[in-house]
């Protein structure tokens, strides 16, 4: 039986008996470290409920350095009127244009923990990531399956409809989601596969 599996019984049983949910302290129980391919591609995480890898950050300078900071830019994102593809190359980094877009494409064609299908997550893969309890000791993420994480704002993939110059974040700080203009400079933390089990971010 899969470890999702388990928890998805565990979480409908408590259910039925009325008992506190057990998904507060899924986060402390649902990682694995990725065995690394080579030692210079990086390490991964991957979230046994939802089934999504995500990258892990380094404190050492490079494509993966924590400090590391990427303005919004998706070259397909516009249409005949306005243009939604943000800001390319705005932010501070090393070894890629410090975009969202461009970001991706380095990760890629380095083939981060053996893989080249990485990708900007959206709104409620970055929540499925991000554990409440620890609000009062931010970041709101288990710090052990991801070293180097920031309590500060992380963008998704999800442009702010409404507006064309804007784009949603995910604040690791409070646990929360909210809207900035694509052109600030941001971190960002790339993710692959296609996930199981997500919860949808409450509008």
């Known amino acids: 039986m899969s470890v999702r599996t388990i928890l998805l019984a565990a979480i409908f049983l408590c259910g039925c008996e009325r008992a506190p949910s057990p998904m507060a302290d899924l986060h402390d129980s649902k990682y694995s470290a990725v065995e690394v391919v080579t030692s210079a591609s990086g390490d991964c995480t991957l979230d046994q409920f939802t089934g999504l890898m995500w990258e892990v950050k380094s404190d050492e300078p490079g494509l993966h350095d924590w400090r590391n900071t990427y303005s919004w830019f998706d070259l397909e994102a516009s249409n005949d009127e306005l243009d939604y593809r943000g800001a390319a190359g705005a932010g501070e980094c090393v070894n890629s244009e410090c975009d969202t877009s461009d970001f991706v494409r380095a990760v890629n064609e380095a083939g981060h923990c053996g893989f080249h299908d990485w990708r900007v ?61 694509k052109k600030t400079p941001k971190f960002l933390r790339l993710v692959r596969g296609e996930a199981e089990q997500l919860i949808p971010v409450k509008e």
């Open 121 to 181: 997550p959206s709104r409620d893969e970055l929540q499925s990531i991000s554990d409440l309890r620890k609000a009062e000791s931010p970041p709101t993420i288990n710090s052990e399956y991801f070293p180097f994480a920031q309590p500060d704002e992380y963008w998704s993939a999800n442009d702010y409809s409404f507006q064309f110059d804007a784009a949603w974040v995910w604040n690791f700080r409070f646990g929360h989601d909210r809207v900035d203009w």
